[in-house]
């Protein structure tokens, strides 16, 4: 078993900047892929980035490209999104994921390839 408790979430005006972070416990971080979710109300939930668990390669969707950057420190079994220029778009509950033990470089770009979950983290952005 993953535990994953993500934090750093809140409320910011358009044009701010937050740092999402995902604290891993249990069974071996730094073997899994690692993704960050949204979901706002009424909507499904939607990849917001990915990345490998070497961290060199990496995912956006189309949405935050340019304005987020998604890492991880395997030492410290900690994911990380940083989100710059937010829009009222991106309001949202954040999710953390991890998949099961995989390659090097794999990307998990759909939910259904995850395993674990956290238990999310409101981001609002107020225009």
């Known amino acids: 078993q993953v535990q994953l408790v993500e934090s750093g979430g809140g409320l910011v005006q358009a044009g701010g900047s937050l740092r999402l972070s995902c604290a891993a416990s249990?069974?071996?971080?730094?073997?899994?892929?690692m993704g960050w979710f949204r979901q706002a109300p009424g909507k499904e939930r939607d990849i917001v980035a990915a990345i490998s668990w070497i961290g060199g390669v990496t995912y956006f969707q189309d949405s935050v490209k340019g304005r987020f950057t998604i890492s991880r420190d395997n030492a410290k079994n900690t994911l990380y999104l940083q989100m710059n220029s937010l829009k009222p778009d991106d309001t949202a509950v954040y999710y953390c994921?991890?998949?099961?033990?995989?390659?090097?470089?794999?990307?998990?770009?759909?939910?259904?390839?995850?395993?674990?979950w956290g238990q999310g983290t409101q981001v609002t952005v107020s225009s």
């Open positions: 994921a991890a998949s099961k033990p995989t390659s090097a470089t794999a990307l998990k770009r759909s939910a259904d390839e995850y395993d674990y």
């Open positions: 249990g069974r071996t971080f730094s073997s899994r892929a």
